[in-house]
Each structure stands twice: as C-alpha cells, then as structure tokens.
C-alpha cells in the first residue's frame, strides 16, 4: 500500500458511503437507448390527413342523413304565358296572299300551343320540363274527372281541335237561305 | 394503417361531392320566376273622353237587340254549316292570321276566306242574341260525359277562332262600330258555351273571353277608337260566373257513384249490400284506373280496403252518436259506405264553401282546404273517393277571376284614357288623381290595381306579389299614350 494521506474525517465518512454503493446492472438496456434515441431523431408526424378523414367523415354522414330524411320532390306548377303580338293597324294595304300552310296533323300529340290563342296555362314538372299533352283518343278515353283535371293543368290549348270536314269544299259555298235551297236542289237533281 | 385512413378519407370527399348532385336531380325546386313570366300587354292609345251617350257602346247584346229563343240549336247549325265547309287548310289559314300582326294580314284574301263563311258567321250572330242557351247536354243520364261534351267543345272553339279573325279584319280595315258588334258576339259565345253545366265548358268559355279581350286591345289601340269604360263596365262581374258548374261540380260523385247518394241506413240483407258493394268496385275502377282495371279485381281490392277501414268506419259512427250495439248489427259495406260518403261531403263542403267568397277572401282557405285533402284522404279516407274526383279549386276559381281581372285592367286604362282627355293630354301621376270615374278594383286583391308613370308610359300591375315575384295571377299592362 502506498503510502496514503489520512484523508480528514469528513471525507472518510464520505469515501465509505461511495464504497458502499452497488452498481444496478439492469438499469441500462442498450438496446432501448439506442432506439429511443433514433425515435427521438425521427421529424414530427403530421396530423393533417387524420384531420382531413375526420372532417370528410362527418360531412359525409351528415350528408347521408339530409339525404335520407329530404322530403319529397314537389312539382311545381308554373303558369306561361306565350304573348300574341297586338300591334297598330295600319292602312289596309294590299298584300301577297300568304304562303299555302302545311295541313296539321290531327291526331299527333302538339307540343306547341296551337296559333291563335295564348296559353292559359302549362305544367313544368322539374323532371318534365315539356308539357304532356294527350291526342285526342287519349282524350276521348279519359274519365270526365281526369279530363277536367287534366285541362285545368294544361289549359283549354292542350284540347285536341276540332276536326275539319272530311269532304272536300264546294267551289261555290251557299251565303243565304236561299242559296242553300237552290244549293240541296242541284245536290238532289 | 396510413393508407386506410387515406382512402377512407378520399371515399368521403368523393360521397361528399356525389351526393348533393344526386339530391338535386329529385328535388329541384325552380327559383322565382324572372319577371318575363309576367303576363304583358303592351298597348299605345290616344286619350279619349267617354261618349256623349254613356252606353252607345255595349260589348254584349242589348235586350232590344236580343230575341227569345235557345242559343244552342243555331250555335249547333253554324257548327253543321262551318263542318260542310271547313278544310285543314282553311283552320290553319285562320290560325295564321289570328298570330299575324294586323297591319300584315292580307285583308283582301282575309275577306274572301270570310266570305265563303258568311251562312256560318250570320247562323252565330243569331246564337249569340239570343236570350238563353240550353245546351240539353244528358249528363245525368249518359254513362260518356266527355263523349258529349268533347265534340262540342272542340266545334265552339272552332266557330271562335272565325269570329275572331272577322273581329281583327273589321279593326285593320277601320270598321269600328262592326269590331265592336263583332266583339259582342264573341262575348255572348263564352258566356253561351259556359252554361253548360261543367267546370271545363266554363274554362272554354273563359279562354274565349281571353281571346275576346285581346282584340279589345287592339281595337283600343286604334286612335280613334272611342272610350269603352262604361261599355266594360256594363259587363256582368264576373265576366262568366263559374257558380253552375261548381254546383254541377259538387254533385260530381253522386253522377259517378249512384250509390252512394242514398245509402239506406236501415239494415238490409247481406246480398243487397254485396251487390251495393260490387256496384261502387266496378266504378271506382272505371274512374280510377281509366277502365284498365278488371271489374273483380277492384272488387277484391275494395272489399279488402272496407274491412281494413271497417274499425274507423263503426267507430267514427259511434263518435256521430250512435249506439255501439246499433253500428254493430250493421252490416260491414253499410258501415263502410255510410262512412265513405261522409267523408267525402266534408273535404267537399271543406273546399266549395269558399267559392262564392271574394278571391282575397277565399283564397288562404282554399289554400288550406287543398293542403288538407292531401294530407288527409290517405289516412281518413277507406275508399279513395275525395281524392279522385274533388278538382283542383284554387285553379278553377283563379281562372274564373282572371277573366274579371283583365275587365278591371281593361277599364283601368279607359279611365286614364278620360283623364287624359280632359287634362290636355296629361296623364296622372298616381292613380287616385282619376276621379272623373270610378276606379276598378283589382278582383284578386279588393284594391285598385299598381300603378306607376313614366313619361307618356303608364305600367298597371295587378296582384303584384312579395319580393317581385310572378305567378300566373299577375298581369301587366304597359300603356304608352299618344300625345292629345
């Protein structure tokens, strides 16, 4: 032993209480420093994209509720008017006879309201914006309760119009009474 | 687990983005109509005093120019007289010249097409003056109401749209007091073909005013035309009163349903109440399902539809005031019947009672009387009856005031016209400064119609609704009056 300083009192106390202490062996795992150490020096994870699903989430299911709970698709019945035109007379004047119209079919189902009168009225559906007008066998089967309904919706227009004479016009039509008598007298001869 | 939760998330995005499409395909509800759906009519005039005789101008015929007699055997001759002569070609021709503007209409050939119609136009001049129209129709009596009434609504419509055309070329060729004549003919028809008693013949009536009234624009237009304030103002008010087809209207289920009119309430045999029965499936089916249906299908469906409802049936008897043990002998089709028929007459009278009111005074109750009649028929009604045959009132009684409405407009604007004559040609600037006649009021709203100058322009506005809103109650005149 070399030769030691006596150390003074209160050192020795101390030198014998460090000499008691024991080292715990199981306090240090390597491997876990080692790992705590690289998750320390990993980047900050972003919450953006759990924020993003949450929120989406909840849109979605609140718009799966609106949709399940909407009430029902109400149509609209919406009155048009298509104008005549009403505009100043001017001096009769002579003009060039009109063009000979194309003959009208009878029994097609007329999207149009027929010349002459305004539209009293039209249903716009929102998923049938044209009207459904009927022909006029699809008229003559209604029951009178449809048939009113039906032209209370539709308008005196959607009728069918009357048909014309099948026969042909005579070339010289009777004007009074007594040229109905002289016209059935020359039919009978 | 990050790329789930990313997929989750993109499904989201994607339903959130998907659904309100899907929704607005079904529920697509219009915003307020633009102000163009306003009907607009758009005249010029000269200011003109009212005649020196108040009523030289009438627009339906005086009782001196009248004759007795029913209207209706000689609308039916000029029917005949106009078929033996009528062409497709000739109905489009007309058609035409009533789109036409006047000054473009080729009055030489318009004549001429009148011409050869002349038997037909004097056969109406004689309908239209004659003191009554009994149209005889049997609609008691015929099992096919639309098979006689379609045919003559089609023909009046016919004889209509001729009038009209003499009207717009006795205006183009300066003939005022025969447009005038005319224009009384035109009238006395709507009023003549109204009389039958069902609500459609009404609204052919009424259409054919409308079209009445707008050569009533056009001759108004002419300068010198004379002042027809108190000729509108003579007019019945309504023009045509929709109170006999209403009352026809009511009675409805009683012409369709025989058998529900007098429902014995003493007992009677099981057969007898089988039959009665049977009898009300096979025409419930024809009105319910066009006729489509098989007879002993709707009986099954509403022998099963009557012992569903039986219970609400006794016990609504019962509520009435009747014994329990009394309601209970009862058969179960007499129970039902006596309570079908009910119900039916209280959604009726609910919606009817307000038709002889004023529109502004009927028209929240009609409204209600409808959202009533949806709402509960499914649940009160047994057999659907109310809500296949009670029309749509609000509509008909609209249509009915509309007629009145366009009178009002009408005079409205006769009314500056007198103001304006007297005034040196100076128009008012609001309309309580008339006061040389009275003013109109405003069928839908019981106040005189909207009013605003601008210049040589005056705008009338009837049922001017919140927020500039339009609907088919609105109507526009915009006046532009020459200088005196």
């Known amino acids: 032993m070399s030769q030691e300083e006596d150390l003074p009192s209160e050192l020795k106390a101390f030198e014998a209480e460090l000499a008691a202490l024991v080292p715990r062996a199981d306090r240090l795992d390597a491997g876990r420093v080692m790992y705590l150490a690289g998750k320390a020096s990993a980047a900050r994870r972003s919450r953006a994209w759990p924020a993003a699903f949450a929120g989406m989430s909840v849109v979605a299911a609140t718009l799966a509720v609106m949709l399940a709970v909407r009430p029902e698709p109400q149509t609209i019945d919406r009155i048009v008017y298509l104008p005549t035109s009403v505009t100043t007379a001017a001096p009769a004047t002579e003009d060039a006879a009109p063009v000979a119209p194309a003959v009208p079919e009878r029994e097609a189902p007329r999207r149009t309201a027929p010349p002459g009168w305004s539209i009293e009225s039209a249903v716009l559906a929102s998923v049938a914006p044209t009207p459904q007008w009927l022909t006029a066998a699809e008229v003559r089967r209604l029951p009178y309760p449809r048939f009113r309904d039906y032209v209370l919706r539709c308008g005196v227009d959607a009728l069918p119009a009357a048909p014309a004479s099948d026969s042909p016009a005579p070339s010289a039509s009777p004007r009074r009474s007594g040229d109905w008598q002289r016209f059935l007298m020359e039919k009978s001869l | 687990m990050p790329h789930v939760a990313m997929l989750v998330a993109l499904s989201a995005l994607f339903v959130s983005l998907i659904a309100p499409l899907a929704s607005s395909q079904t529920s697509l509800a219009p915003a307020n109509p633009p102000e163009d759906d306003i009907r607009t009519a758009r005249l010029t005039v000269s200011p003109a005093d009212e005649p020196r005789e108040s009523l030289k101008y009438l627009l339906l015929p005086g009782f001196l120019d009248r004759k007795p007699g029913n209207a209706a055997l000689h609308y039916h001759r000029a029917i005949a007289m106009m078929q033996n002569t009528n062409s497709d070609k000739d109905q489009q021709t007309i058609s035409d010249w009533l789109e036409m503007p006047l000054a473009k209409i080729p009055l030489k050939d318009a004549r001429k097409l009148l011409d050869g119609y002349q038997a037909t136009l004097d056969e109406i001049h004689m ?253 009160r009604e047994i057999v659907p009856v109310a809500s296949l045959l009670l029309p749509a009132i609000q509509a008909a009684k609209s249509a009915e005031v509309r007629n009145a409405q366009e009178v009002a407009m009408l005079r409205t604007v006769e009314a500056v016209r007198i103001h304006a004559a007297r005034h040196d040609g100076q128009l008012p600037d609001r309309l309580d400064e008339v006061t040389e006649v009275p003013m109109p009021i405003d069928p839908y709203t019981g106040k005189p119609v909207a009013y605003r100058r601008d210049g040589r322009t005056v705008v009338l506005e009837s049922m001017v609704l919140p927020d500039g809103r339009s609907d088919h109650r609105v109507r526009r005149y915009i006046v532009t009056f020459r200088e005196k």
């Not at chain 2, 009207?167 to 007091?177: F, P, T």
């Not at chain 2, 409308?210 to 309504?238: R, S």
């Not at chain 2, 209403?246 to 009675?251: D, G, L, V």
């Open chain 2, 127 to 379: 309908a239209a003056r004659r003191d009554e129209c009994d149209w005889e129709l049997p609609v008691r009596e015929s099992k096919d109401p639309i098979g006689i009434l379609l045919p003559e609504i089609q023909s009046m419509r016919s004889l209509a749209r001729l009038t009209c055309l003499k009207v717009r070329v006795e205006i183009a060729e300066g003939k005022i007091d025969e447009a005038v004549e005319t224009l009384q003919t035109q009238l006395a028809m709507g009023r003549h073909v109204a009389e039958a008693p069902f609500l459609v013949s009404g609204l052919v009536g009424i259409a054919m005013h409308g079209m009445a009234f707008e050569q009533a624009n056009a001759l108004m237009e002419q300068p010198d035309c004379p002042n027809l304030y108190w000729a509108l103002t003579a007019l019945p008010n309504p023009p045509i009163d929709l109170r006999g087809a209403f009352e026809a209207e009511m009675e409805l289920v009683y012409m369709m349903f025989p058998v529900l009119r007098d429902v014995p309430t003493d007992p009677r045999s099981l057969e007898y109440w089988r039959g009665f029965l049977d009898q009300m499936a096979n025409q419930w089916a024809l009105y319910a399902s066009n006729g489509q249906m098989e007879a002993s299908h709707a009986r099954v469906i509403v022998a099963g539809l009557a012992l569903v409802g039986y219970p609400r049936a006794r016990d609504s008897l019962i509520a009435q005031g009747r014994s329990r043990e009394e309601v209970e002998a009862l058969p179960v089709a007499q129970v039902v019947l006596l309570y079908t028929s009910q119900t039916f007459n209280e959604f009726r009278d609910r919606m009817f009672r307000w038709f002889p009111l004023p529109y502004w005074e009927a028209e929240k109750g009609m409204d209600e009387a409808e959202q009533f009649l949806k709402a509960e028929s499914w649940r």
